[in-house]
């Protein structure tokens, strides 16, 4: 391995968090950046870190599963979730952010480092020998695309000829609807609209929070039983965005767009993202019949996101149905939904624990490309691969998180799931391992997770610690 310093592709959320421990631990890296020479379908700006479409890093309730990820990753020193903290927008029990102040931030500290030498180059070629953190996130330009397939034997599987916006086609791939173990793999995800704050009638919607927990932040939109079914129709009948063959494979189940989730029954929207249990209205003393939740998007609140509503409509069919909801009848939309490519390895077939691959051990994978879902799990595989490949630097050997935490629960996920069916998660309690004895109360069972996790971090911490400073010690 060639080992002076570490080169780390894309400065998105995994990037940035990896390129951080690596010099905090002494460590020069070269971050290699395609924006703004060249874009991705979905990032807006040049800046670091971009949030490209919610701008909620979730729950901040002690002892759910997306807390103790935070939590350990805050006791491990996470840069990204520090900046996230300062830049939080009151959002209830959850964390959101300002999302340009959080990019801006990012990109402040990042570019302060001395350590860190930026280069605003797409990268097409690795090289095996190469000490490199591959986070190029779910919009991995198509050339480097490839290079991954070939690192990963799985070119012949491909064809990525079409281009940034053609998305790829799935040529030989004989049922698309079954991922296969492959190396390299797709599906799709998508963003939900964005209105403009001023245009939102508020003498027909109403603050809270979902059993009253937290602060009542968000706008919600309440829907009678005869509204909700108009709406449901003018849905289904919408037009989308032209169906192509791959916009029929593999949406993640907890990212579907609005209008296949409709697709699936009258009833199961109102079970899901327009879900109003715990929302009583406080001009009728009960929950609607249905509800549109609207979510703060900065810090100035002069935008809202519809929460849960990313789709695939057409942007004119968009604003004709979404005006439908009470309180939106006159929406400025900032954005509309959309639908883009996600791009993942099969990481169980690829990947050891310490995110390098088996067959290259100096290239390591991080951020939502690995498999994990979601703005905190990728910036949580950023940080993981920067203190594994830091490791690598010094000769360590890289000692990956233990499995009763969620960052080892997450990383075991990805590495030993089934090959052949393997889908990104997010973090949750299915992924951590249960507890030795059967604890029936889910709420006491959480927390005593939570609370093992928490003991096993402060143990990885001191080992990883003591081996890593004193080696980086020596090597300065
Ligand atoms: C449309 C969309 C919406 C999403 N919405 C959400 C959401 O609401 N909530 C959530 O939790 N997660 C969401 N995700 C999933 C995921 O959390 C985000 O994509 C997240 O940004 C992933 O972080 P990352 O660091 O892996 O990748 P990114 O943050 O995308 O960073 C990758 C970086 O690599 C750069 N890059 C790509 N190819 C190259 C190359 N060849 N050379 C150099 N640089 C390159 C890119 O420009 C980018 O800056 C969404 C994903 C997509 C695609």
């Not at 905090?24 to 807006?44: D, F, K, N």
């Not at 494979?249 to 296949?260: A, K, M, V, W």
Request: aromatic share 6%; charged share 25%; net charge negative.
């Amino acid at each position: 391995m060639e080992m002076q310093q570490i080169k780390i592709i894309g400065a998105g959320l995994a990037g940035c968090e990896a390129a951080w421990q690596c010099a905090r631990r002494g460590i020069r890296v070269e971050l290699y950046e395609m924006r703004p020479v060249r874009t991705t379908p979905a990032h807006q700006t040049a800046d670091f870190a971009e949030l490209v479409c919610s701008n909620s890093l979730k729950s901040e309730s002690e002892n759910t599963a997306p807390w103790l990820l935070k939590e350990e990753m805050r006791r491990a020193g996470s840069l990204l979730i520090e900046i996230a903290r300062e830049c939080a927008v009151p959002a209830g029990h959850a964390l959101a952010v300002d999302r340009a102040l959080f990019s801006a931030k990012v990109t402040e500290v990042i570019s302060r480092e001395s350590l860190i030498r930026i280069v605003r180059e797409e990268v097409a070629e690795i090289r095996e020998h190469q000490l490199t953190i591959i986070a190029t996130g779910p919009l991995t330009s198509d050339a480097l695309s490839l290079e991954i397939a070939r690192l990963s034997q799985a070119a012949s599987v491909f064809d990525l000829t079409e281009g940034e916006s053609g998305a790829g086609s799935r040529t030989g791939m004989s049922d698309p609807h079954e991922p296969r173990s492959h190396g390299h793999l797709y599906f799709y995800d998508s963003i939900s609209p964005i209105v403009e704050a001023d245009s939102i009638d508020m003498s027909k919607v109403y603050l809270a929070a979902r059993y009253d927990k937290g602060t009542a932040d968000y706008i919600n939109c309440p829907m009678t039983k005869e509204e909700y079914e108009r709406f449901l129709d003018a849905l289904l009948s919408a037009e989308a965005v032209e169906a192509k063959e791959w916009e029929k494979l593999n949406y993640f189940e907890s990212c579907l767009p609005i209008e296949e989730i409709a697709r699936r029954g009258r009833d199961t929207l109102r079970f899901g993202p327009m879900k109003p249990v715990g929302l009583r209205d406080p001009r009728t003393g009960r929950p609607p019949y249905a509800v549109v939740q609207l979510r703060q998007e900065n810090l100035r609140a002069d935008s809202y996101n519809l929460v849960g509503f990313q789709n695939h409509l057409r942007f004119g069919e968009q604003a004709r149905v979404l005006r439908m909801i009470p309180g939106l009848e006159n929406a400025k939309f900032l954005r509309f939904g959309q639908i883009h490519r996600n791009t993942y390895i099969n990481s169980p077939m690829l990947l050891n624990a310490t995110q390098q691959m088996k067959a290259h051990p100096a290239v390591l994978f991080a951020g939502q490309i690995c498999g994990v879902e979601g703005y905190v799990e990728s910036i949580a595989t950023g940080m993981l691969a920067g203190i594994h490949a830091a490791a690598l630097v010094v000769g360590e050997t890289p000692i990956a998180p233990p499995r009763a935490t969620a960052l080892g629960s997450l990383v075991n996920y990805i590495t030993q799931a089934d090959a052949k069916k393997f889908q990104p998660a997010n973090i949750t309690f299915d992924l951590l391992p249960p507890l030795e004895k059967k604890v029936r109360d889910r709420q006491l069972r959480h927390k005593m997770q939570c609370e093992l996790g928490l003991g096993e971090l402060s143990r990885w911490l001191a080992e990883i610690g003591r081996s890593q400073h004193a080696e980086v010690g020596q090597a300065l």
